[in-house]
């Protein structure tokens, strides 16, 4: 059974993050720790993180490097 404390903790750990990941980690059955990743959204006119660049420029990963087709899969 799991214990209020312990519930207590978990419920803390959510209600303290705006975005990221809570883990429980749980060993013969008992929660041995909890690990909270918190991330921080920057704001959309600082950084464009869907190209990778600053002011719509594009990054590296989205150019195409010409003429390269994928490979046909076997």
């Given at each position: ?9 978990i ?38 993180l ?25």
């Open positions: 059974m799991i214990s209020q404390a312990l519930l207590a903790q419920a803390e750990a959510i209600g303290s993050l705006r975005y990221g990941v809570i883990h429980i980690t749980v060993q013969d059955s008992c929660v041995v720790q909890i690990e909270k990743v918190e991330k921080i959204r920057l704001k959309k006119q600082n950084a464009d869907t190209t990778g660049g600053f002011h719509g420029e594009s990054s590296r990963a989205d150019r195409t490097d010409g003429g390269h087709e994928p490979a046909s899969g076997r």
